[in-house]
């Protein structure tokens, strides 16, 4: 898996991103918050993800987390629910008041926002020495001058698939160029009426269509630094956004969905393909009768490289919590031998943090699954190495120009240049 470690030198640079967290030390340094009850006592331990509210899977992970509290039962997990469009926003406010939850998922874009801030309590030593053996690679994504401040919870890899019945249908085979995805688009819907394809396109879901969209460079091999300059107007990054604009303009792309709108289309057999990760698809297939895991058919992006990114989200302690005992308590078990067996199913088809196997029985009933974790050694994250705590910005900056290549036709050329222009202003 290609990834990044944030940069330490990156810490000491003030965000600016709307979150500070009052009586704080700085990174790491820990907050405001209390030991609070030890785990004899007991009491209640809230735990915000916007996976709570994911249709059958949020309930798949619930259950998994629950067995801490069939252990410990003096511990009553509580949900936080949040939806995905406003998650870090309202987790940003809450930590910048002295509030929020005590445990919380955190993606690996928004962490160094919050490592930055102090806003996370560390973890070093709260693993037994076993279980800190055990972790995988992606850990170090979430660590910060040889500080653990959080420890992976997922890592989630995308893929192209389709609906095989629509494809079958229409007489196409399964595109493996962006050439040949634009053509099959515009097959599937002359000949069955189902939308070509759809993916992630609006600047009003921002955050998440800024993970969406690194699948295109990558994919072109191309990227937006090379850890020390921005490369946002690469000749690489211009064919990968000519093509993204080619399928877009095609007449068979879902223009104007959001993703919630063309994930429940593609679950009711009205659009033939996608790019997304594999938590959203199995969403799209679990208990649907419409479509089942058994029709979808999947592949590495059809693109010129085997590049792509994959979304990786870690769980860690607000420095706020009035209960850390309780939470360092929790993630000890989560990296337990149990705890990561117990996740593994719950959060299955993603990959947990230490080499825990997604179980044989998942794979077999649901026959895409492999395809998505061979993207994973060759899929990046979708922070920007060497810009790390000035991703959000960067990001700002390149979305606004790929929406404008969209919605006014710009030349994508000259709108990379303008993000490149616009970023560097940015991070200067």
């Not at 996370?120 to 170090?140: F, I, K, M, S």
């Amino acid at each position: 898996m290609r990834s990044k470690t944030m940069r330490g030198a990156a810490l000491g640079v003030a965000v600016g991103l709307g979150l500070t967290l009052s009586g704080c030390a700085g990174a790491g340094g820990g907050g405001q918050g209390g030991e609070g009850p030890s785990v004899e006592e007991g009491g209640q331990l809230t735990f915000a993800n916007w996976q709570w509210l994911e249709p059958g899977r949020g309930e798949q992970i619930w259950s998994a987390v629950g067995g801490y509290s069939e252990a410990n039962p003096q511990v009553e997990l509580v949900q936080q629910e949040i939806v995905r469009a406003d998650y870090e926003r309202t987790i940003s406010t809450q930590i910048g008041s002295g509030q929020g939850p005590d445990v919380f998922i955190i993606p690996d874009t928004y962490f160094p926002e919050l490592a930055a801030s102090g806003a996370l309590e560390p973890l070093d030593g709260v693993l037994d020495p076993a279980d800190q053996e055990r972790l995988n690679a992606t850990n170090e994504n979430f660590a910060v001058d040889g500080q653990q401040l959080a420890l992976t919870w997922e890592s989630v890899p995308f893929a192209f698939f389709w609906n095989e019945n629509l494809l079958d249908e229409a007489g196409v085979e399964p595109p493996t160029s962006p050439e040949e995805l634009v053509e099959a688009a515009q097959t599937v819907q002359d000949e069955t009426g189902a939308t070509g394809f759809a993916v992630r396109h609006q600047m009003n879901e921002e955050t998440v269509w800024w993970l969406d969209f690194a699948n295109w460079p990558y994919g072109f091999g191309g990227g937006w630094s090379d850890g020390e300059q921005l490369t946002i107007d690469s000749a690489e990054n211009i064919e990968a956004l000519t093509a993204y604009q080619e399928v877009y303009d095609s007449g068979a792309f879902a223009v104007g969905d959001d993703a919630s709108t063309f994930r429940s289309r593609f679950a009711e057999g009205e659009v033939a393909m996608m790019i997304d990760n594999s938590s959203a698809l199995l969403t799209m297939v679990a208990d649907n009768e419409t479509v089942t895991s058994e029709d979808i058919g999947a592949s590495p992006l059809p693109f010129t490289t085997d590049g792509s990114t994959y979304a990786g989200f870690a769980i860690g302690i607000n420095a706020n919590s009035q209960n850390k005992e309780l939470a360092r308590d929790f993630v000890r078990w989560m990296f337990t031998q149990e705890g990561q067996a117990a996740m593994a199913e719950g959060l299955a088809p993603s990959l947990v943090g230490t080499d825990v196997e997604v179980p044989a029985d998942f794979v077999e009933a649901n026959p895409w699954v492999p395809t998505f974790h061979e993207q994973l050694p060759n899929a990046t994250t979708a922070v920007i190495a060497g810009f790390e705590t000035e991703t959000p910005q960067i990001r700002t900056a390149i979305l606004t120009q790929v929406a404008r290549v969209l919605t006014e036709d710009v030349d994508p050329a000259e709108a990379l240049a303008q993000a490149q222009a616009d970023a560097e202003a940015a991070v200067e």
